[in-house]
């Protein structure tokens, strides 16, 4: 399956385990116990199914996480805590563990948010002419420049990104413009960057991707 089909799945079992923890929450604080076991019992099945799909997804998406950081790893204590809590807080109707759970789920969504918004801050190159109008500018030059700044941690030095599941660039028949509004927009995990480079640094990006064919 590929990378992109992983990352819409998970994505949308997170958002539904969320929610069906965010109903039981709901019912659980304003003391529904009647309503929330019938919901847990109509609910069974589907939440197993979920529950299974977040875990796989997650950990093939924890398989080809670019980069491990404290923020990630933030996310997955949040996780790993948020079940247990929820699992006591449901059997033993403790609103306090239900709450509890609920937030640490939004939390650790917020914080994929966060880690993933990070790609999509510019990282500055220095020893490089990026002055168009300078004699002895090179486009292929300043794009590899840009890319080795800002595009190796998911697609790899060569552009194959055989580890993070990002597309594999040297197989890539997208023309220029394909690229630059594949770059501007983003795509699946990718963020866009239309608002952090111009449109030389595009151009430059683009022309050096192209190399990699």
């Given at each position: 399956m590929p990378y992109a089909a992983y990352y819409h799945t998970h994505k949308l079992v997170v958002i539904l385990f969320v929610l069906i923890y965010l109903v039981k929450a709901i019912l659980l604080v304003m003391g529904k116990k009647e309503t929330l076991d019938k919901f847990n019992k109509k609910i069974k099945i589907p939440e197993m199914i979920?529950?299974?799909l977040f875990f796989i997804t997650g950990l093939i998406m924890l398989n080809k996480i670019a980069e491990f950081t404290t923020l990630f790893a933030l996310k997955l204590v949040l996780v790993v805590g948020a079940i247990p809590a929820a699992v006591?807080?449901?059997k033993k109707y403790?609103?306090?563990l239900g709450v509890l759970s609920i937030l640490m789920l939004i939390?650790?969504?917020?914080?994929?948010?966060?880690?993933?918004?990070?790609?999509g801050k510019k990282h500055e190159?220095?020893?490089?002419?990026?002055?168009?109008?300078?004699?002895?500018?090179n486009l292929k030059t300043h794009g590899e420049?840009?890319?080795?700044a800002?595009?190796?941690?998911?697609?790899?030095?060569?552009?194959?990104?055989s580890f993070s599941g990002a597309k594999d660039?040297?197989?890539?028949?997208n023309t220029e413009e394909g690229i630059i509004i594949t770059i501007k927009k983003g795509k699946n995990a990718m963020p866009g960057m239309a608002k952090i480079y111009n449109e030389q640094e595009l151009k430059a990006l683009a022309s050096y991707v192209i190399s990699l064919r």
């Open positions: 979920v529950s299974a006591v807080a449901y403790n609103k306090l939390g650790a969504y917020g914080l994929a948010e966060v880690y993933k918004a990070q790609y190159v220095t020893q490089v002419i990026d002055n168009k109008d300078n004699a002895e500018y420049a840009l890319f080795a800002q595009c190796i941690v998911c697609h790899g030095v060569d552009g194959k990104a660039l040297t197989l890539s028949v």
